[in-house]
């Protein structure tokens, strides 16, 4: 039996990274909801173009803006364009987000006998690419919430949904920054729907396992030749379905924490991982 998802028919929702990757399998699974869209993203032009084509393919209201989840300015006149567009906020969703080569470490461990490759580690990491990388993901996070959640409050109902990730259970290797700010992101979540428990705006997000995207593929694929890396191996042999998730493969899930469906699941993360969380590596 197919779900049904009628609720969100006509809900209004924003999407903070919606041309990335996985943002644009969100938008497109929203909009087979029949879900009105506010797509932001720091791309403005990749974020209007999108919704361009989502009114024409699924039939649906939806806007591009650009926008900058890091600059309070930048939120606030979205959120004017998005109300005179729509007139109210019913869904939020932060997925904006990203990793960056320089908050990433050479090796996967210190080796003890050999002190020169210090800096290819932890001490080698650039402390202001760890900082971007920490605020993309978190106070990317955060302030939208601020910025656009105080309409849901006051109307007494709405959803967040954040994205989180697998990091943020268990950190890899390589990606302190990341992982940290994700980790963040899933104390923040939990806290926010005890915050928000009585107001009717539920909070909750997804933890997506490994997909590959801009910002990772430099990480698990040779650009040369275009075989997994040993880190990518790793990981496959670490993931019991044997595959790396693919976009759509988060639809459900998100149309099920956006959705009445749910409506008394609040302050959970929600694992879509192939089952990497629940193996012991034996």
């Known amino acids: 039996m197919k779900p049904d998802f009628s609720d969100l028919k006509n809900k209004v929702c924003i999407l903070t990274g919606g041309a990335g990757v996985l943002g644009k399998s969100m938008v497109e699974a929203l909009a087979s909801a029949g879900v009105k869209i506010a797509i932001l993203d720091l791309n403005g032009e990749a974020a209007e173009n999108l919704a361009d084509k989502i009114a024409g393919d699924y ?26 567009r729509f007139g109210r906020i019913d869904i939020l969703v932060n997925a904006a987000g990203g990793n960056s080569p ?47 959640s105080d309409i849901m409050v006051e109307r007494g109902r709405g959803v967040i949904l954040n994205i989180s990730s697998m990091n943020a259970f268990r950190p890899l290797t390589k990606i302190p920054a990341y992982s940290a700010a994700k980790s963040s992101v ?6 926010l729907a005890v915050h928000f428990g009585k107001t009717g ?4 997000a997804i933890a997506p396992g490994f997909f590959l995207t801009h910002q990772n593929r430099f990480l698990l ?41 749910s409506s008394f699941v ?14 012991g590596g034996v």
């Open 59 to 84: 039939g649906v209201e939806a806007i591009g803006l650009g926008a900058n989840v890091l600059d309070k300015l930048s939120l606030h006149a979205a959120k004017e364009t998005i109300i005179e």
């Open 102 to 148: 320089g908050a990433t470490t050479k090796i996967e461990q210190i080796d003890p006998g050999k002190s020169d490759n210090l800096s290819e580690g932890f001490f080698g990491l650039d402390i202001e690419s760890f900082k971007k990388v920490f605020d993309l993901n978190f106070t990317g996070t955060l302030l939208p919430t601020m910025i656009f």
């Open 186 to 191: 899933n104390n923040f979540t939990q806290w």
């Open 201 to 204: 705006v539920r909070v909750n």
């Open 221 to 261: 694929t040779d650009e040369k030749t275009g075989e997994l890396t040993p880190r990518g191996k790793k990981i496959i042999a670490s993931t019991p379905v044997g595959k790396f998730g693919q976009p759509d493969d988060l639809k459900g899930t998100l149309l099920f924490l956006l959705s009445d469906i």
């Open 266 to 279: 609040n302050g959970v993360v929600l694992p879509v991982d192939g089952g990497y969380s629940a193996y």
